[in-house]
């Protein structure tokens, strides 16, 4: 059973930083391209960022300019390092595991941006 576990949510105030971390299986890591997604209370789930499995980018153009995804090979962990943070960047975080035709999905982290 794939396992994507996710961490480093929490309360920030606007402006604040956070990282988050998903790790999960070498067997997992070294093929599939990793992405976070986020789903705000009432919204769709929506896309944030990808990393390729050769750490090629690509990001939402809210989030542009403000989150970094990176990963660590050797940790077979994905990173998601957000600054500036603002109240709209409220949600829970879920990070995700692509290799068509199969996707796995974490069990995702809360992440609120609140004075």
């Known amino acids: 059973q794939v396992q994507l576990v996710e961490s480093g949510g929490g309360l920030v105030q606007p402006g604040g930083s956070l990282k988050l971390s998903c790790a999960t299986s070498?067997?997992?890591?070294?093929?599939?391209?990793m992405r976070w997604f986020r789903q705000a209370p009432g919204k769709q789930r929506e896309f944030v960022a990808l990393i390729t499995t050769s750490s090629v980018t690509n990001y939402a153009d809210s989030v542009k300019g403000r989150f970094t995804i990176s990963r660590d090979n050797a940790k077979n962990t994905v990173y998601l390092q957000m600054h500036s943070l603002q109240p709209e960047d409220t949600a829970v975080y879920y990070c995700?595991?692509?290799?068509?035709?199969?996707?796995?999905w974490g069990q995702g982290t809360q992440v609120t941006v609140s004075s």
């Open positions: 995700n595991a692509q290799k068509i035709p199969h996707n796995f």
């Open positions: 070498s067997s997992i890591f070294s093929v599939y391209n």
